[in-house]
């Protein structure tokens, strides 16, 4: 597979699931994301801005997310999210540390 062909397929494998937690799979929550897997919608919003940045595009957080989301996370939160139990609130930190804290320092 040549350079070009191999872009435009990972940019297809990422649109599809983009589509499919963002339409198809709404129901799943970022906490369950993040504590079954290490990585949720957010990190996927990161790892397009962190993408963009390293292009010489400025892209904030906020903004990050809203292309992602195609919508802000005031309305995603208001929308689709759910109250999380203690018990999935502290794997979630658990799950942070390991997934985003920690590998940002080991980058940083």
Not at 4 to 21: D, G, I, M, P, Y
Request: hydrophobic letters at 35%.
């Amino acid at each position: 597979m040549d350079d070009q062909t191999k872009l435009e397929v990972e940019a297809a494998a990422f649109r599809t699931l983009r589509k499919h937690l963002m339409e198809d799979r709404t129901d799943v929550q970022n906490i369950d994301m993040m504590n079954l897997t290490g990585f949720c919608r957010n990190c996927l919003a990161r790892w397009y801005q962190e993408a963009a940045n390293e292009r010489g595009i400025e892209m904030s957080k906020d903004e990050a997310r809203e292309a992602y989301y195609g919508m802000t996370m005031a309305e995603w939160k208001a929308t689709y999210q759910t109250d999380a139990s203690p018990e999935k609130q502290a794997e979630f930190e658990v799950a942070f540390k390991e997934n985003v804290t920690d590998k940002l320092a080991e980058k940083g």
